[in-house]
């Protein structure tokens, strides 16, 4: 009798486990599924990193995706599992996901090279001015060599002896 059960229990479990679930009412379109996700990677990526500040703003990752996109745990629950199961569908969903993320890898280093470029040209601008400012202040204008240096004269050099200045 138990053995006949869990034959029967087996096969049942076999017959679901091939089809899948079913098509939910409210299932989120690929392209929908696909900026969510993108979200909760960016999101969860903050949150690990940042996840004092997070709080202290009062943002929670999940909640923030559902807000966002107007959805309930519920429905991405459901539309995740029927896109596992349709192995195409999550496989092109997962490539839109890694393919947009890349993008916005390449995004922002180039935009951090590129404010890398400009610290780097302000602090040049900035050592230039500093250079400019003390040649201005050590050359008169309009000269380009170095002035001689005083030369000291006997009667300095007297002087300088009498107030018993070594030289």
């Known amino acids: 009798m138990l053995k006949r059960f869990l034959i029967v229990f087996i096969a049942i479990l076999g017959f679901i486990g091939c089809n899948g ?12 599924m696909v900026n969510i996700l993108i979200d909760a990677k960016l999101v969860g990526s903050a949150n ?11 943002i929670l990752p999940n909640t923030y995706i559902y807000n966002k996109y107007n959805i309930d745990s519920l429905q991405f629950a459901e539309s995740n599992i ?4 349709q192995i195409k569908d999550y496989e092109e969903i997962y490539q839109m996901v890694n393919d947009s993320l890349e993008k916005l890898k390449e995004h922002y280093k180039n935009i951090q090279k590129e404010e890398q470029k400009k610290r780097v040209k302000k602090s040049e601008d900035s050592l230039n001015e500093v250079l400019k400012t003390r040649d201005s202040i050590k050359f008169p204008k309009g000269k380009n060599s170095a002035k001689p240096a005083p030369s000291i004269d ?9 107030l018993d200045i070594e030289l």
């Open 21 to 32: 679930p079913k098509k939910p009412k409210n299932l989120i379109s690929k392209n929908k």
């Open 48 to 58: 690990a990193v940042n996840r004092k500040t997070l709080e202290d703003k009062g």
């Open 82 to 85: 029927y896109y596992t199961y």
């Open 154 to 162: 006997d009667k300095t050099i007297q002087e300088l002896e009498n």
